[in-house]
Nanobody, 124 residues
Framework: QVQLVESGGGLVQAGGSLRLSCAAS????????MGWFRQAPGKEREFVAS????????YYTDSVKGRFTISRDNAKNTVYLQMNNLNPEDTAVYYC?????????????????WGQGTQVTVSS
């Protein structure tokens, strides 16, 4: 069973950048599809991005396309989310998620393993 720990959140001005990291342990990382989700205050947790096990395909929600990049390093058991040109609407708790298998889901229920989340706050 994999455990996930996110890091890299913080406070940034609009237009700035952050890189989130998610370190995995307790499982064979390369067997897991990985995803990033976020939850803003008063809203449901939503899909942000996902990446296949072998790093061949990535998927993004429309609002972050061209600004965010998901990547993974299977040798380091880590998945990343590079976030550029941030805006206040990106303010949320960001969660790393893992799914055992090939399918790269976009629903919360597609993922069985979750980190504790890291806060990202973008000021205007």
């Amino acid at each position: 069973q994999v455990q996930l720990v996110e890091s890299g959140g913080g406070l940034v001005q609009a237009g700035g950048s952050l890189r989130l990291s998610c370190a995995a342990s307790g499982g064979t990382f390369s067997l897991y599809t990985m995803g990033w989700f976020r939850q803003a205050p008063g809203k449901e947790r939503e899909f942000v991005a996902s990446i296949t096990r072998s790093d061949t395909k990535t998927y993004y929600t429309d609002s972050v396309k061209g600004r965010f990049t998901i990547s993974r390093d299977n040798a380091k058991n880590t998945v990343y989310l590079q976030m550029n040109n941030l805006n206040p609407e990106d303010t949320a708790v960001y969660y790393c998620a893992a799914r055992l298998g090939v399918y790269t889901g976009y629903r919360n229920s597609d993922y069985g393993y979750w980190g504790q989340g890291t806060q990202v706050t973008v000021s205007s």
